[in-house]
């Protein structure tokens, strides 16, 4: 039985119009007026502040936020950010429709605040304590909740003290040498498919041929390699997790399994559960990694609770403690920290309380020893398989730390996402942020700046107190940084002001990029600017000149200091206790990490006035948003960025799978390139390994010529944006919600988005949008999956990220061709890689992923709707083989679309009849 309804107002606004329910429960439908002046003169009870801020148009907007309220009484558990998706997590029935949600929040608060008398409620312990300190923060609920709490008998545990501290641990030893028989791996398929599970074939002989990955390698820096493409639905997780756990049991070995997005990570834990299904073994065995920007810093979280945040921010920073004494791991990206919490509060706080400078001083901080960071990093070395991103992975590889061996094999999910990767990991740029943070990295705080942050002489006063040279060292650095571009940078630069020589480089670079810059005014061709770093002028040369004197002044002490501490290291003070020691470590990783990028940026610096290198792009930019400059520099770019993985990551390794859905674009893997495996060998490097990779591709057994069909539009004019958003709607309309519409342009995105989201509520199809809802991507999506009903805009993110089996996802619509932005690396990559032939392979790359959205289960059916009269023949073949492809006006798609959403329409309702 529900508890009874709190006697309380609450407000509910939505495309269709907005309630307010009153203290005794009666609802009207209101004007925006009307209710922002009611909610201006009482706080009303509502569901995501900060979106019903921007549906009345009314940012200022506080109340009662039965999210914070949800994110303080269950830190840590998931749930999605509506009516239905907190009625389903607190058990109360949902409300029925549009004018029922404002008198369901009273009903949904009583509910979750009568679980705080439940004996079994699992996150009392701490609850007390972080009460005290939100009413002190004037918490709007602390009133309301704090008559249901009772002082502890005894001194409960709070954030700090029920962390448990991580354990040193052996290196793991260099796994056995084995052969893994593939009946073997065949027998443990079935037993991790389950009993009475349908075999498939394909995944059989996809995890057989995987097991060769696993086979002692012949010679040095030639590791066993298979390149494998799994058509959807094979089942290639499982399809690779068999033969790897078969290794794992023989070689007592360990397995780096390693993707792009994080939405595999999550799922790929969640699989390896059938290998583990203990619990508290599948934490010892398995491990998610993420580079430490993504983790809680337990010093930037004490420092925002002792007072270094205030006001809004200051409750953001108690909530999170809660969630960090219940977290798994402490991710705030991606792992079970709400994605929709940072939102509430508007400013993003959470990225203060990352390590997203680089400025972890290690041994040196209290909390070291229960560090999230530092826990997952030595959990990792101990693990049989590390879950890690493609960045991550490469960086490990680049520069080697966190002790023990690395895992001998590696296998890469979501392997056409390699090269994108490696074009991040690889590159260089000398930029005013990045000049900035190394600034910042070796001075620290400056003026009036606040907060823990040290520079070198602080992090390092111990080793300066006994090492002359080290401290002379320190002191040299310290002077050469102050050449690096400080506080105002961007202002002194549009001024023409610029002061130190990195500056009067920017400010060179500045000049040229708009005196050549061809700027088209055009919204599709981007707010930034460049040029090509090619016959520069001499205003340009001389600063680039004095810059490099300058940064060979900051690398010269900073490779000093490097030696310095690698002598401690070897010959130890006695001074030099473990924790000492753990600090040396850190920072020699730390300045390992500078020393690195000076010495790119050497190199870039070469490059202006002398002679272009073949294997990279050199390109000068002035970074924009929405027409405002944010950062300006010089580029540098791998033209093949396969090539660094071939060399740093594959050659190491003693066996490497790479594997995905799309691979190779266009069925048959016949393209213009080749033919067969040629775009594949370009995108993932394999074509610079010397021989012995071997390929493999399993057709999806989805029968797509039933499943699917494909519709190319013929009558919406390109830059036609009323045509554009008209068509979105009546497609949506009539397939009665569960479509993904994808843009190229955020502005495009917008522009639609404001012209059809009232329309479509009207019918009871909700419409969600990245960069417009205040929501980040992962939440958006779990509205998406979780309602039938709702559609969803988006960007690249959701082209390749987006995991909706079932009716939730019925329609994929593309506003038009995924041309290639026309930017000079673009260009220069064109003209290496075969001309028109490396644009038609990007763009049937990204049409297949957009198409693989479509199908996830073998009862899944949909439409991919492409809005271009222009579609060319040639990329026909990014869709799966037999799929049904018609050219048809808007009119005729519209009715094709709602002939086979017939029963999906009939369950959309109107939330209210128009006035």
């Known amino acids: 039985m529900s508890p009874a309804s709190l006697p309380l107002p609450a407000i509910h606004a939505s495309h269709v119009g907005i309630w307010i329910a009153d203290a005794q429960g009666r609802v009207q439908r209101v004007g925006r007026g009307e209710a922002i002046a009611a909610v201006a003169a009482t706080p009303h009870l509502l569901l995501n502040a900060t979106l019903t801020g921007d549906r009345l148009g009314y940012p200022e907007l506080s109340g009662l936020d039965l999210l914070e309220l949800f994110a303080f009484l269950y830190p840590a558990r998931f749930a999605v950010p509506t009516p239905a998706g907190i009625a389903a997590t607190i058990g109360v029935s949902p409300p029925k429709a549009e004018e029922d949600i404002a008198a369901f929040l009273p009903q949904a608060t009583a509910a979750m605040l009568a679980g705080i008398d439940d004996p079994a409620w699992p996150e009392r312990e701490g609850t007390w304590h972080g009460l005290q300190a939100l009413a002190r923060q004037r ?95 094979i089942g290639k997780t499982l399809g690779y997790l068999a033969p790897a756990k078969q290794w794992i049991e023989q070689s007592a070995g360990s397995v780096c399994i390693s993707t792009f997005t994080k939405a595999l990570q999550r799922q790929l834990s969640r699989e390896t559960e059938r290998l583990y299904p203990d619990a508290a073994t599948h934490r010892e065995k398995v491990v998610v990694r993420k580079g430490r920007e993504n983790y809680l810093c337990l010093l930037n979280l004490e420092d925002a609770l002792q007072g270094g945040f205030s006001g809004r921010a200051a409750i953001l920073a108690q909530l999170v403690a809660r969630w960090a004494a219940y977290t798994r791991d402490g991710d705030m990206v991606g792992g079970d920290l709400p994605g929709w919490l940072p939102a509430l509060f508007r400013r993003n706080g959470t990225t203060a309380l990352t390590d997203r400078r680089g400025e972890c001083i290690y041994a040196g901080c209290p909390h070291f020893r229960k560090c999230f960071i530092e826990r997952s990093a030595r959990a990792a070395t101990q693990a049989d398989i590390v879950i890690a991103n493609h960045a991550l992975t490469m960086v490990q590889a680049a520069r080697p730390r966190d002790g023990g061996a690395p895992a001998t094999r590696l296998i890469f999910d979501e392997g056409h996402h390699l090269w994108d990767a490696a074009d991040s990991m690889f590159a260089a740029a000398l930029t005013g942020q990045e000049a900035v943070e190394i600034r910042r990295w070796v001075l620290g705080p400056e003026g009036k700046s606040r907060g823990r942050r040290r520079g070198l002489a602080a992090r390092l006063a111990d080793v300066a107190s006994y090492d002359e040279a080290g401290e002379r060292a320190i002191q040299a650095a310290i002077a050469a940084a102050t050449e690096l571009p400080g506080d105002g940078w961007l202002s002194r630069l549009s001024e023409n002001d610029p002061w130190g020589a990195i500056e009067r480089l920017l400010a060179a670079v500045r000049g040229q990029v708009y005196a050549r810059a061809v700027n088209t005014r055009t919204a599709d061709a981007g707010y930034g600017l460049e040029t090509e770093l090619a016959d520069p002028d001499a205003v340009l040369v001389t600063a680039a000149a004095a810059a490099s004197d300058a940064v060979e002044a900051l690398l010269r002490p900073l490779l000093a200091l490097g030696k310095r501490l690698d002598a401690l290291v070897d010959d130890p003070p006695d001074w030099l206790d473990g924790q000492a020691r753990a600090r040396v470590d850190g920072a020699r990783h730390s300045l390992g990490t500078r020393v690195d990028t000076l010495g790119g940026w050497l190199s870039l610096l070469g490059r202006v006035g002398g002679p272009a290198n073949p294997d990279f792009v050199d390109w000068l930019a002035i970074d924009r948003y929405d027409g405002r400059e944010f950062d300006t520099g010089l580029h540098r770019h791998w033209l093949d960025p396969a090539r660094p993985i071939a060399e740093i990551v594959y050659r190491p390794a003693q066996g490497v ?198 199908i996830r289960r073998a009862d899944d059916f949909g439409q991919f709707v492409m809005l271009s009269p222009s579609f060319p023949s040639r990329l026909l073949s990014a869709f799966p083989e037999g799929t049904p492809i018609r050219r048809l006006p808007l009119d005729v798609a519209v009715n094709h679309v709602a002939a086979a959403n017939i029963e999906r329409r009939k369950s959309a309702f109107p939330a209210f009849s128009p006035s």
């Open 139 to 233: 918490w709007p609920w602390a009133p309301l909740v704090q008559p249901r709490l009772t002082t502890p008998d005894a001194h409960e545990r709070w954030l700090f003290a029920r962390l448990p501290e991580w354990e040193e641990a052996p290196p793991r030893p260099a796994p056995r040498q084995v052969r893994i028989n593939p009946d073997d791996v065949t027998a443990r398929l079935d037993r991790l498919t389950g009993d009475g599970a349908e075999r498939r074939p394909g995944q059989q002989d996809y995890a057989r041929a995987t097991a060769a990955i696993f086979e002692p390698r012949e010679r040095k820096d030639a590791p066993q390699m298979l390149v494998a493409e799994a058509g959807t639905g």
């Open 657 to 854: 799978l790479v594997t995905s859905a799309t691979l190779r674009s266009g069925h048959g893997g016949q393209n213009a390139l080749g033919g067969g495996w040629t775009e594949a060998d370009i995108r993932t490097g394999a074509r610079h390994m010397d021989g012995g990779v071997q390929h493999l591709a399993v057709p999806s057994p989805f029968d797509y010529a039933r499943q699917s069909e494909v519709l190319i539009v013929t009558d919406i004019a390109r830059g036609d944006l009323p045509a554009l958003a008209g068509a979105y709607s009546r497609l949506i309309e009539a397939s009665g919600g569960g479509a993904l519409g994808l843009f190229s342009a955020i502005r495009r995105l917008r522009i639609v988005h404001a012209r059809i989201a009232d329309r479509l509520a009207r019918a009871g199809l909700p419409l969600y949008a990245q960069h417009v809802d205040p929501l980040d991507t992962g939440t958006l999506v779990d509205i998406f999956r979780a309602d039938p009903h709702a559609s969803l805009l988006g960007t690249d993110a959701l082209r390749d990220g987006v995991d909706v089996p079932g009716e939730s996802l019925r329609q994929v619509i593309m506003e038009g061709v995924p041309w290639p932005r026309p930017t000079i690396l673009h260009a220069a990559r064109r003209a290496a890689q075969g001309g028109s032939a490396y644009d038609d392979m990007v763009i049937r790359g990204r049409i297949g992923q957009a198409f693989g959205r479509l």
